[in-house]
């Protein structure tokens, strides 16, 4: 498995996609929980994408993918703690989660998937993921007592069952068995996890200028239009349509599953068609970075979960023992603002179950002193980032000061829009960009 910030960018369309399906595997070697003896793990904040799921959208005219989302032990990919974790979530029905929440299924069961389904694959990878964060943080670096309580877990998810589901099975593999009268689900309405300071017309103006962005890069982009419209012809829909359905969501679907591209009496869909529209994606991500737009809207979309982030650890340095671990199952679109504020900007697109994480660590020798890593994927990036990229050139020290962090989110992700504001609200409400 690559690096996913180090390693030069995939251009391999087909590696790219076996990249973003994640299909389990044994566990491979993470550097979560990696410190100097002398140093103490004081909290764990962690965000995820959601699992393998079903398409959101179908291609147009051709039958729905026929994928089962039942759990079951008898098939691949499988994980020890599958019927355990079907049998804990059964009796889960009086769990205490934030509306709208308590109305959603706690694991998936359709055995045709429903549209955004998580499958079993997507429960295994984040049961894995769950197993992986135990063994670290639980059973080496003690994070959390045995008798722990409600008020040191902080779990938050947005409205979809794909993410609330993918959460349970993280926290199924971290915390076999859990009391279900502990748990509390935090309901988050929007994608940013931006709480109450969702309203920023300026990060809408840049979202607005990179969405322009991408539309002239696929205008100038002859094959894949010739390739639209050849699978619009073997559908029998317009090359307008098809676009709409985001055709390579199924299509990513129907290769992370082994299953067969759709045919009709036209033809068929095959490798050539994906390939075609994979190898834009990775072009598309290409002159992202290059053009920097999104850089504008990720620093805005990305501040609240930062600062919700840093005000969590800065109380955590301060002695108090709530929140100390801290799990936000979200998306795709969660991800990678975060991943592009930070300076991460070779980072791989978030695959299915992708795993970012923020450590708080205090220093035994000099307890007033608090460091953070920051691990992608199990990757240690933290010198990677825009905020400690020569850290380590001056200090032996293999984590960053909290106070660059600190630094960072209070003051620095303002000064890198350019504004001279010095707030969020100003920041958003600046005039043009």
Not at 134 to 161: A, C, I, M, N
Not at 202 to 210: I, S
Request: hydrophobic share 35%; proline share 6%; with cysteine.
């Amino acid at each position: 498995m690559p690096d996913p910030v180090t390693e030069p960018p995939v251009t391999d369309p087909v590696y790219e996609a076996l990249l973003y399906c994640n299909i389990p595997r044994v566990a491979e070697r993470s550097m979560e929980g990696h410190a100097p003896h002398h140093f103490k793990l004081v909290s764990v904040h962690v965000f995820i994408r959601h699992g393998d799921r079903y398409p959101l959208y179908v291609i147009p005219k051709t039958k729905r993918p026929e994928i089962d989302c039942t759990l079951v032990a008898n098939r691949k990919p499988y994980h020890p703690k599958l019927e355990a974790f079907v049998s804990h979530m059964s009796k889960g029905s009086g769990a205490s989660f934030e509306s709208p929440l308590h109305s959603l299924p706690l694991y998936p069961s359709h055995q045709l998937c429903e549209m955004g389904e998580l499958t079993q694959t997507g429960v295994v990878q984040h049961l894995q993921n769950g197993q992986l964060l135990r063994d670290v943080y639980l059973k080496k670096h003690k994070l959390l007592p045995s008798d722990w309580s409600t008020e040191q877990l902080r779990l938050e998810t947005t409205g979809k069952s794909r993410t609330l589901q993918s959460g349970l099975a993280l926290l199924y593999g971290f915390l076999p068995d859990f009391d279900w009268k502990k748990i509390y689900f935090r309901h988050q309405p929007s994608a940013l996890f931006c709480s109450g300071n969702c309203y920023c017309p300026l990060r809408n103006q840049y979202l607005e200028k990179e969405q322009r962005r991408q539309y002239l890069l696929r205008l100038k982009n002859r094959q894949l239009e010739r390739t639209y419209e050849e699978m619009a012809r073997i559908v029998d829909t317009s090359t307008k349509q098809l676009r709409a359905a985001n055709p390579i969501d199924a299509m990513l679907c129907l290769f992370c599953h082994n299953v067969s591209f759709p045919c009709t009496r036209n033809g068929c869909v095959n490798m050539e068609h994906f390939k075609v529209i994979k190898r834009h994606q990775i072009e598309d991500e290409s002159e992202r970075r290059e053009k920097k737009l999104y850089l504008g809207y990720a620093l805005l979309g990305a501040h609240p979960i930062l600062n919700q982030t840093v005000g969590r650890m800065r109380r955590a340095a301060e002695g108090w023992k709530e929140e100390l671990f801290a799990l936000s199952s979200a998306h795709d679109v969660t991800l990678a603002p975060i991943l592009s504020a930070l300076g991460l900007t070779e980072a791989r697109f978030p695959r299915f179950a992708a795993r970012l994480i923020f450590e708080l660590w205090q220093d035994r020798e000099k307890p007033g002193e608090h460091s953070v890593r920051i691990l992608y994927d199990g990757v240690d990036v933290t010198f990677h980032t825009s905020f400690c990229q020569d850290h380590h050139k001056r200090s032996p020290k293999p984590m960053c000061p909290l106070e660059n962090f600190v630094r960072f989110v209070k003051r620095d992700m303002f000064v890198a829009l350019g504004s001279g504001s010095t707030n969020y609200y100003d920041a958003c409400h600046r005039e043009g960009s």
